[in-house]
């Protein structure tokens, strides 16, 4: 059946960094589009940035732009989200995801078929 497993979140100060990676299995990994997510309490999940099954067209929502990469490595089934200059503001659960598509459809979580658990991101000011 269909995996995504996170790792790589942690607690950082602000102006940090972390590389938080999602291994996936179960499927042919390199014809779906990925997706990286975060939801801090009390709010919305929130898109954070998708990337094709090639890795050749990536789309970031506006306030992590500059900030975070978005990447992957097809050949281990793995998508990472680099993420610079943390703020407090990117504190969050932070999810990777799945489509049932080779192409993403925007960051609405609801194109999003299969999901990970989710690894803890804490920045502190």
């Known amino acids: 059946q269909v995996q995504l497993v996170e790792s790589g979140g942690g607690s950082v100060q602000a102006g940090g960094s972390l590389r938080l990676s999602c291994l996936a299995s179960?499927?042919?990994?390199?014809?779906?589009?990925m997706g990286w997510f975060r939801q801090a309490p009390g709010k919305e999940r929130e898109g954070v940035a998708v990337i094709n099954h090639s890795g050749s067209i990536t789309y970031y929502v506006d306030s992590v732009k500059g900030r975070f990469t978005i990447s992957r490595e097809n050949a281990n089934s793995l998508v990472y989200l680099q993420m610079n200059d943390l703020k407090p503001e990117d504190t969050a659960m932070y999810y990777c995801?799945?489509?049932?598509?080779?192409?993403?459809?925007?960051?609405?979580?609801?194109?999003?078929?299969?999901w990970g658990q989710g690894t803890q991101v804490t920045v502190s000011s």
């Open positions: 995801a799945r489509t049932s598509w080779a192409y993403c459809v925007g960051t609405d979580w609801t194109n999003f078929d299969y």
């Open positions: 179960g499927y042919t990994y390199n014809q779906h589009c």
